[in-house]
């Protein structure tokens, strides 16, 4: 993880930057880099919790079927 307070660069089309600058106006956000932190924290926190859900239902599933075979 990276120290806080430390950024990097990254790149993207500035036609994809224009739309986001409009879609940030009138809201919280001070700045692009701020929305673009905001909205790569929210997509990396919910597919945090898909791979943890997703888990889960694998374990429900092979459970079920060990109780088919008669295993359990």
Same mark, same amino acid.
């Given at each position: 993880?990276?120290?806080?307070?430390?950024?990097?660069?990254? /790149?993207?089309? !500035?036609? &994809?930057? #224009?739309?986001?600058?409009?879609?940030?106006?009138? $809201?919280?956000?001070?700045? &692009? /880099?701020?929305?673009? $932190?905001?909205? !790569?924290?929210?997509?990396? /926190? $919910?597919?945090?919790?898909?791979?943890?859900? /997703?888990? +889960? #239902?694998?374990? +429900?599933?092979?459970? #079920?079927?060990?109780?088919? &075979?008669?295993? &359990?």
């Amino acid at each position: 993880m990276a120290a806080k307070g430390k950024y990097t660069t990254v /790149s993207i089309p !500035i036609d &994809l930057a #224009e739309k986001a600058r409009e879609q940030i106006k009138d $809201t919280g956000f001070a700045n &692009l /880099s701020d929305y673009v $932190t905001y909205i !790569i924290r929210e997509i990396v /926190s $919910t597919r945090k919790e898909w791979r943890q859900a /997703s888990a +889960e #239902e694998d374990k +429900e599933r092979v459970k #079920e079927k060990l109780k088919a &075979l008669g295993y &359990l």
